[in-house]
């Protein structure tokens, strides 16, 4: 079974539009750009795209690449004061010279729409999240549309970074799998992916999970976005591996368009909470 993101993010998105449609509000969503890396410019744009699709407001920032860890707050500051702003998201990596922890820190929490924030990293490990980071949201939002429930199963998350592995471990802990992160200092990282009912792939290196990695049946998510022989591949050597697998996300048209969608969700229920407490 291929795991369609692109048409369960379409149908989502559908229903965002409506729902923010009926709602009476204007929710707002500010991206912020550090450089001018090509795949973060592509990815802005897609964000930017969807923002239109459901009538959430967007705005675009960008900052030179040579620019300063205090000139990337000041603007974070501003957004954070700016009351039509529903949502900030800023756009990782940074360079290096800017300081990312201090950056990401500085977004408020209930602007912090990309759940990065120690505050709602905090929440999604005590099992309250209010905003779950926008990938591992979509992946648990595009296995719920296909059926597949994580209770009780045996989850393999393969990475552990803040942005994916480590978020994604806890969302799969809080719908009570049973869950092993696995990383570069992983000994025998085959045989523990080979005992996986949900094998999630977000290592960052092209076709690295092979079929000797994958158990008969086992359900298959692919977060990479790579480029091998000029073409866009997952982490998951997707022709090898989709015969044995019982459900697989592609790439393109798996995972990616479902963080958009979470995105998209994340911004419209941030303008809800915001209206309801007065912070705007």
Request: hydrophobic letters at 40%; one cysteine or more.
């Amino acid at each position: 079974m291929i795991l369609d993101g692109k048409k369960i993010s379409e149908s989502r998105l559908a229903r965002l539009k409506e729902g923010i449609d009926a709602s009476g509000l204007f929710p707002e969503l500010a991206t912020l750009i550090v450089g001018e890396d090509p795949a973060s410019q592509m990815y802005v744009r897609m964000k930017h795209r969807a923002c239109e699709q459901v009538h959430i407001r967007s705005r675009g920032i960008t900052l030179p690449a040579s620019s300063t860890t205090e000139e990337v707050l000041e603007q974070v500051r501003r957004l954070n004061d700016e009351g039509d702003v529903s949502g900030i998201l800023v756009q990782l990596p940074l360079p290096a010279q800017v300081d990312t922890h201090r950056v990401v820190e500085a977004v408020l929490p209930e602007k912090d729409v990309d759940g990065f924030h120690p505050v709602n990293l905090g929440r999604l490990f005590t099992g309250t999240p209010v905003y779950s980071p926008c990938t591992p949201k979509g992946i648990m939002t595009l296995l719920e549309e296909y059926g597949v429930e994580p209770e009780g199963m045996h989850a393999v998350v393969l990475g552990r970074s803040i942005e994916v592995g480590r978020p994604m471990a806890a969302i799969l802990l809080n719908a009570s799998a049973t869950v092993t992160i696995c990383h570069r200092r992983t000994r025998d990282l085959p045989g523990i992916a080979r005992q996986a009912d949900i094998l999630v792939a977000a290592v960052g290196k092209a076709r690295f999970v092979g079929p000797e990695m994958v158990k008969q049946g086992a359900v298959v998510i692919d977060v990479g976005t790579n480029q091998s022989g000029g073409k866009l591949c997952g982490d998951v050597d997707f022709d090898r591996v989709r015969d044995i697998a019982g459900a697989i996300t592609p790439v393109p048209g798996g995972v990616g368009p479902m963080t958009i969608a979470s995105l998209m969700e994340n911004t419209f229920l941030a303008a809800r909470l915001q209206s309801c407490t007065g912070a705007r």
